[in-house]
């Protein structure tokens, strides 16, 4: 696998108002601070990145954001998902196909920056194109739809994810099957 030489990463943190399980989530207070305020700290926190750039189709999270001092742009309304929104804002700011974009979950406050440089680090191989994360399922995550679940194969490249139990066991195996939970961060070259 080549190297590339360090590349500018840019972060983009995907923000909506209109969560179907929990409406205005990312300005939900936690220790008096907007929750999209805690992610974009742990973005900063990382070290990692050229930019950071919340990304909304909503002017109240807009406003908070930049009341903080974000970097903000607005999307269109219409994006079925957080990769879309981050899609627009690659073309918005004319990133170059082989730059690097990483969508950083916006409800994920607790995020810990080394999660963050560890995703960013795997492009220093130029044949990663995408790259996400995962960590050891807890046992008691695996009956849990909540947790998203990966399994890997032996190169560790991601077969599939599902919110169901993977893989299934017919019968106990003398050695147990090591367990993935997803962690929702994804990398990407932009092309």
């Given amino acids: 696998a080549g190297k590339n030489p360090p590349m500018a990463v840019t972060a983009v943190i995907p923000s909506r108002f ?4 929990f409406p205005g989530k990312p ?3 936690i220790n008096g601070l907007p929750m999209i305020q805690h992610v974009h700290a742990r973005c900063l926190e990382a070290g990692c990145f050229a930019r950071v750039v919340v990304a909304t189709d909503d ?3 807009e406003a908070a954001a930049k009341a903080f001092g974000a970097e903000v742009l ?4 219409t994006h079925p998902s957080g990769t879309d929104r981050v899609a627009e804002v690659a073309r918005t700011l004319g990133l170059g196909a082989k730059e690097i974009v990483v969508n950083v979950q916006g409800d994920e406050p607790a995020l810990h920056p080394s999660s963050l440089r560890t995703l960013t680090r795997l492009f ?12 050891t399922l807890a046992e008691d995550e695996r009956s849990r739809p909540t947790v998203v679940k990966a399994v890997l ?3 560790w490249r991601a077969l599939y994810f599902s919110r169901a139990d993977l893989p299934f066991e017919r019968e106990s195996l003398p050695t147990p099957i090591r367990r993935w939970a997803h962690v929702g961060l994804y990398g990407y070259r932009v092309e």
């Fill in 18 to 21: 209109a969560s179907t399980r």
């Fill in 27 to 29: 300005l939900a207070l």
């Fill in 59 to 61: 002017e109240r999270i």
């Fill in 74 to 77: 607005r999307t269109a309304a």
């Fill in 124 to 135: 220093d191989d130029a044949t990663v194109e995408l790259a996400t994360l995962v960590r």
């Fill in 153 to 155: 194969d032996e190169q």
